[in-house]
């Protein structure tokens, strides 16, 4: 279902949450004095959505919105949905001529809001992405990002920043068109990129997390990547045909040359252990096929039941 609000306010910001106890009020003081204060000719909005965090986030949400009756509005969902999905909940929800989505963990730095949306008042950019140019993190979350993204470039979008994106600001054409596309698996940068609009990129180095554990795990990455091909290219399918094909044709050669053999030596191949390497490496590869046909035919069938992306229990506003 879509709920398209009618731009009442200048920006809406959109945070979802999921296990950021301690971190949300800082990120909600940052936001009113180098954001809010910074603006006062733009009339703002801040809506948290709780993504059945099993901390005590939303009590703090609850704090925040008793303190900042005006300016802030909370969603409560059932459970947990994945943060683009809360994103999503934030969105039909938000009231802005722009929306900006940021993290809660107080990574990313609030002031490049300012400049997103004199980017996008100006007349610059219907979309803009704060893309991260360095990380200060692990190593391991740093390479195996990069590997993420490199292989969303190659499959998918050239244009995906290297080192991908999570904080951006979308005008009210690009956001409507994002929500009249719903996706089962959205993979929500990739359906950004695709809308075609201008995008103007900002470069900015992510910080550490000083508050919390991510939740972001290599499985998720992992189920996103496997989104980001698969909702918007048909290359694994086609190097199935190849792969289908050149096994063929090895096998059709390879029967030449027993049968060759056959005639001419009397059949040197022989025992059982090049017939299990064949079997092995011919199963092998149909189950991978069959792998991937299922991935696609499971994001078909979840894109056909229509089910409801989240539910919500409860607005605060």
């Known amino acids: 279902m879509v709920l398209e609000m009618q731009p009442t306010i200048d920006y809406s910001v959109i945070i979802p949450v999921y296990y ?38 939303f009590a703090e949400l609850l704090r925040l919105r008793e303190h900042n009756p005006e300016l802030v509005k909370v969603i409560k969902l059932t459970r947990n949905f994945g943060q683009v999905n809360a994103i999503n909940a934030g969105y039909h929800r938000a009231r802005g001529r722009c929306v900006v ?8 730095p609030v002031e490049l ?70 996706e089962a698996h959205p993979f929500l940068q990739g359906q950004i990129l695709w809308t075609g609009f201008q995008v103007k990129f900002l470069y900015y180095r992510r910080r550490k997390r000083e508050i919390g ?4 795990s290599f499985s998720r990455k992992l189920t996103a990547l496997l989104d980001g091909v698969m909702s918007y290219s048909f290359l694994p399918i086609r190097i199935m045909s190849m792969v289908g094909g050149l096994t063929a044709i090895v096998g059709f050669i390879y029967a030449i040359i027993v049968f060759i053999g056959k005639l001419v030596w009397g059949n040197p191949v022989q025992g059982w252990a090049p017939l ?4 092995l490496v011919v199963s092998g590869t149909q189950l991978l096929m069959l792998g991937l046909m299922g991935e696609y035919l499971w994001r078909a069938l979840a894109q056909i039941r229509r089910r409801e992306p989240y539910i919500i229990e409860a607005v605060y506003e």
Do not use: H
């Open 20 to 57: 950021n106890e301690g971190a949300l009020t800082k990120t909600m003081d940052a936001l009113k004095e180098q954001v809010i204060a910074r603006n006062p000719e733009l009339c703002g909005e801040v809506i948290f959505i709780d993504d059945g965090s099993g901390d005590g986030s």
């Open 101 to 108: 989505s940021i993290s809660a963990d107080g990574q990313d």
């Open 113 to 182: 809001i300012n400049q997103m949306l004199e980017e996008f008042m100006a007349g610059n950019a219907e979309i803009v992405i704060a893309a991260r140019e360095e990380r200060e993190e692990s190593w391991f979350r740093i390479w195996t990002s990069r590997l993420f993204y490199w292989l969303i470039r190659k499959l998918s979008f050239p244009n995906m920043p290297l080192g991908g994106f999570d904080y951006f600001l979308l005008g009210r054409k690009a956001l409507d068109t994002i929500l009249r596309n719903p």
């Open 213 to 216: 554990k991510s939740r972001w």
């Open 276 to 279: 299990m390497i064949v079997l």
